[in-house]
């Protein structure tokens, strides 16, 4: 088993701040009912976000392990989390200027991924080249190093129907954006950055960009983003980089949300149909001398079906996520990916979730033979400890890791905690 020195000093101190949050107030440290473990800084923390200053320090760690698979017969177990340091400036009140806001947020993440070190996902239990498509701890991966994640403003103009924001960030942030409660990576977060990743940066990545979005109705909206394709973005000793040396070209993604209330009882919605274009060159496939274009849309679907008992804070929720891609230059042509979430299903914990997805990746035709799809699978329980930690243990399945017809099955077990410091 691989814990970092700075996971297991989290690990224990978790520990020790539970124990002691039945005796705090609602406004100190460690109270269950503060959105945040050290508190309310003696009401100072408050004062700053009245003032215009909201500061923001959360952890995420992620713990997987080998449970059970067809062909492997040795298990692992590995560790992987994420420090996420920032300050969201409402610059109205700081300095006068009307419906602007910045945003400036620091990412570090270290730690080891199970889905690169167990042989029954890395593709040496059965010989073959790939491992696993997708990630049993999504918190891994685009370099294990600090990171200037966020760093934009945002101005709204004609009553605030016209919303602007420059600077750097990611495509993840406004378009095809999902939750990512989920600890497999097919689960969770922007789908299309998962799999046209070698153009399409999600988070903790940043590149230069723009994007404009107009609000047609209340709750209809539409945007435009343009976001610089830069791999040099990517090497672990530029995560500050602010050059554009080594652009490539740009990202151009378009899209239509819908957030509806349904019902008598307002049951929020959100449904996005989007496209995106890239300027930059690609390998063809059937032949790397070719160059194209990536290019390919996603839909997605999220919707409230139930309220608890009448209660709208709580009851069911259903999930769908389609993307497809230019089989002439992507290696993976299609993903979906479907589920539920039950939040508050017991009277005694209200605040509880359990939730149920799956998720299948197709690879490209043209690709080989040998290789088709793979299935991944989680469900999950998320504890409401207080409102400031939120522990998800979780059950994966993964069938035909790699996409291979005959490949591994295996099974993992995983913990996911978030906390806002």
Not at 98 to 123: C, F, H, Y
Not at 361 to 373: A, G, K, P, T, W
Request: contains cysteine; hydrophobic residues 35%; negative net charge.
């Amino acid at each position: 088993m691989h814990f970092s020195p700075k996971a297991k000093a989290v690990s224990v101190a978790l520990t020790a701040f539970l124990s002691s949050v039945s005796a705090a107030h609602a406004n100190d440290a460690f109270s269950a009912e503060s959105p945040w473990m050290l508190g309310d800084w003696n009401g100072q923390r408050t004062a700053l976000q009245n003032q215009g200053y909201d500061f923001s320090f959360g952890y995420t760690g992620e713990m997987a392990t080998l449970l059970d698979a067809k062909y492997a017969s040795s298990h692992g177990t590995e560790y992987a989390d994420q420090f996420a340091i920032g300050a969201h400036l409402d610059l109205e009140k700081i300095a006068g200027w009307k419906d602007t806001e910045a945003q400036i947020t620091v990412t570090e993440r270290n730690g080891r991924n199970l889905s690169n070190t167990s042989d029954a996902l890395n593709g040496q239990s059965t010989g073959v080249e790939n491992g696993h498509l997708s990630s049993a701890q999504e918190v891994w991966g685009r370099g294990q190093t600090w990171r200037l994640t966020d760093f934009w403003i945002k101005k709204k103009f004609l009553e605030q129907k016209l919303d602007v924001k420059v600077g750097r960030f990611g495509e993840g942030e406004d378009f095809n954006s999902f939750d990512c409660d989920f600890q497999n990576l097919a689960l969770c977060g922007s789908q299309v950055g998962n799999w046209v990743g070698d153009q399409w940066y999600n988070w903790p990545v940043s590149q230069w960009a723009a994007r404009v979005k107009y609000n047609v109705t209340p709750e209809v909206y539409a945007q435009v983003g343009v976001y610089e394709y830069n791999p040099e973005n990517l090497e672990s000793g530029k995560g500050f980089n602010l050059s554009t040396d080594g652009s490539k070209g740009a990202i151009i993604p378009a899209e239509v949300v819908w957030s509806p209330k349904v019902g008598t009882e307002k049951l929020p919605g959100e449904y996005r149909a989007g496209y995106y274009y890239s300027t930059a060159d690609a390998d063809v496939i059937s032949n790397n001398d070719q160059k194209d274009h990536h290019q390919g849309g996603w839909v997605v679907a999220k919707q409230q079906l139930t309220a608890h008992k009448g209660d709208a804070s709580r009851g069911l929720t259903g999930f769908v996520n389609l993307t497809v891609h230019d089989s002439e230059t992507n290696n993976v042509s299609d993903m979906q990916n479907m589920g539920l979430v039950y939040k508050g299903a017991m009277d005694s914990r209200p605040k509880d979730e359990i939730a149920v997805g799956v998720a299948r990746i197709n690879m490209n035709d043209d690709l080989n033979d040998q290789r088709s799809e793979e299935i991944d699978a989680e469900i999950y329980y998320g504890l409401h400890a207080t409102n400031w930690l939120t522990i998800r243990p979780n059950v994966q399945y993964i069938r035909h890791v790699g996409a291979y017809k005959n490949g591994e099955n295996a099974w993992v077990g995983g913990i996911k905690f978030q906390t806002a410091f």
